[in-house]
């Protein structure tokens, strides 16, 4: 049985009580912000949407400290969208580490 998407946002707003409002970040800006959210939390992704914005949840105040740094600090221009200019060169979180397929030894 499925949950109507307005149960699963309450639910993580209830798990997740720290919380990151993103602006314009879809596109491109997608992957990095999740490699972002990776680094804080070494944990899945939790996203939802509020009122068009991306809602990253996280556990505890310092996860989320260290993801709104990111955020603030990486050199993307949150006020624009993403497709409205060239890319910037901006300070890339690390790679998330592969989840499945061979291990590193065996690449």
């Known amino acids: 049985m499925s949950r109507p998407y307005l149960k699963i946002v309450a639910d993580y707003r ?3 009580r720290h919380q990151v409002v993103v602006i314009n970040g ?3 800006r997608d992957q990095y912000l999740s490699r972002a959210h990776y680094a804080a939390t070494s944990g899945p992704l ?3 949407y509020e009122d068009g914005r991306k ?3 996280f556990k505890n105040a310092e996860q989320a400290a260290q993801f709104k740094t990111w955020v603030e600090t990486c ?3 949150w006020s624009t969208r ?3 200019g060239p890319i910037p060169d901006f300070a ?3 790679e998330r ?3 499945y397929g061979p291990t590193p030894v065996g690449r």
Do not use: E, S
Request: proline share 17%; hydrophobic share 30%.
């Open 97 to 99: 580490p592969a989840m």
């Open 26 to 28: 879809d596109d491109w």
């Open 75 to 77: 050199g993307i221009d």
């Open 55 to 57: 809602v990253y949840g």
């Open 92 to 94: 890339k979180p690390p």
């Open 14 to 16: 209830r798990q997740y």
């Open 82 to 84: 993403p497709r409205d």
């Open 46 to 48: 939790v996203q939802w």
